[in-house]
Each structure stands twice: as structure tokens, then as C-alpha cells.
């Protein structure tokens, strides 16, 4: 196994309450791992602490053997509220291509990325559109292949698809399987648990605040899935079954 992420007992405390408490995680290179718990349990501070945007009160978190004091370079980073990460005076194809500045890219090699992770994210003819001219669902595509066409070493999701209709976020998790097969490991906080366990190799539960690992759950799906026959397995029934009872416990 290449561990790429290491979390040793990361606690967090903010004035007013204990947000996480001795937390210990381990991912490995390629995985797509869930995390799931009740509200307020810490799943979004945890995120934080991953993408270095707040320095946990205590504990380590080590990304490919270095610590984490700052953002790390090989990072991206999908929120739920991708209207404020898309820069609205920027085309869609300006978007994706930002962030290959980082990288020491041309501006020819910048704008041919972006336009081939668009033409792979289903908006290859949206390029020359601003974000505010696209639907809620194409605004999320164009933050999902804006991270993509970083390609990090670590891809982290806070509940991306919790503003979209149904069909879309479908289709956005298939989105998802398709990058986590390509190679990228991916850190996804969803309080959906039919979509932890549909999108997920593993599942962690964290407990209500402050937030401790319950349970970490090898998810026994075929890595091909499918949004009707996966969900009508067995082995899918049973596993949603067993994070609902966690997370409600």
C-alpha cells in the first residue's frame, strides 16, 4: 500500500466547543474514501485541517510523508458553494486554466488543458461562457475540471453536490468514479449516505461532536458501478443499512 495521507490523533477546538478529537486516518494512493456523520460533527474543520486552511489544535496530519503546516502545493480542494470559487469576469476555460499557473505553465499549454478536462467534463462547449451564464450543476462541473486539470496528488470534496438536482448529482458521481479510476485519490464529506457508500472504497463515520472515527467500512462493490444495478445489490442495501444505523446512533 502507498499511504499518501496520514492523520495522527488531530484534535480541533474553537472558543466555544471541541470540534474533533483524537482522529486517526489513513489513505492510500488512488483510494476514494467517505466521510459521513451527523451535523456539527466535524467533517468540514476536518477538511480544513487537510488543505491546511486551519492548523488543528492538535495532532499531525502528513501529506506523502511531509507534514502539513500550510496549503499544500499538490492540493485541490471542490466546495459545496462553487459560486464563490469561480471568478464570474473569468471565461470558463480562463477558470480551469488559473490554477496551471501554479504549475509554470505556458498560457497555450494552460488553455489546451483546460479545454480538454472541459471537453471531458461533458462542457466542452461552454468554454467561452462566463460562470453566471451556466446552470448550477455546469457551474460545479467547471470547479470539478478546474481541480482535475491541476491534477493533485489529493482531491477533497465538502458535500459538492448538495446544491444540484438529482440527475445532475448522479451524473456528477460518475464523474467522480471516473477521476478515482483514472488514478487521483479523492476525499469526499457527503451527509448523503446512499452516496458514500455508491461512490466510496471505504466509509468513516464520525460521531457526533466532537467528532471521533466509529467506524471505517471497506465498501464490497464491484469497482464498475452503475446508478440502477449497484444500488439494487445486496451488498449495497446491506452496507447503506449499516452507516445509516452508525450515523444515527
Avoid at 34 to 53: D, F, Y
Avoid at 70 to 98: E, G, H, I
Wanted: with cysteine.
Amino acid at each position: 500500500m502507498n499511504l499518501l495521507l496520514e492523520i495522527e490523533k488531530v484534535g480541533h477546538y474553537y472558543a466555544d466547543h471541541t470540534a474533533l478529537e483524537d482522529v486517526n486516518l489513513e489513505i492510500a494512493q488512488g483510494e476514494l474514501v467517505s466521510i459521513v456523520g451527523p451535523s456539527g460533527c466535524g467533517k468540514s474543520t476536518l477538511l480544513r485541517c487537510i488543505a491546511g486552511l486551519i492548523k488543528p489544535s492538535q495532532g499531525r496530519i502528513a501529506l506523502n510523508g511531509v507534514q502539513i503546516n500550510d496549503v499544500p502545493d499538490n492540493l485541490a480542494v471542490v466546495f459545496q458553494d462553487y459560486s464563490r470559487s469561480l471568478l464570474p469576469w473569468l471565461t470558463v476555460r480562463d477558470n480551469v486554466a488559473l490554477p496551471l499557473r501554479r504549475r509554470g505553465r505556458s498560457k497555450a499549454e494552460r488553455q489546451a488543458t483546460a479545454l480538454r478536462v472541459l471537453e471531458a467534463v461533458g462542457l466542452g462547449g461552454a468554454a467561452q461562457k462566463y460562470p453566471w451564464q451556466l446552470s448550477g450543476g455546469m457551474q460545479q462541473r467547471v470547479s470539478i475540471a478546474r481541480a482535475l486539470a491541476y491534477r493533485p496528488a489529493l482531491l477533497l470534496m465538502d458535500e459538492p453536490f448538495g446544491s444540484v438536482d438529482a440527475q445532475t448529482r448522479e451524473d456528477l458521481e460518475d464523474l467522480v468514479l471516473q477521476v478515482r479510476n483514472e488514478g487521483m485519490t479523492i476525499l469526499l464529506v457527503t451527509h448523503d449516505i446512499d452516496e458514500s457508500v455508491y461512490v466510496g472504497d471505504r466509509v468513516v463515520v464520525l460521531s457526533r461532536a466532537p467528532g471521533r472515527i466509529v467506524a471505517d467500512l471497506a465498501v464490497g462493490l464491484p469497482s464498475k458501478r452503475d446508478q440502477i444495478t449497484t444500488r439494487e445489490l445486496p451488498e449495497f442495501v446491506h452496507m447503506r443499512a449499516e452507516v445509516g444505523r452508525l450515523v444515527r446512533a
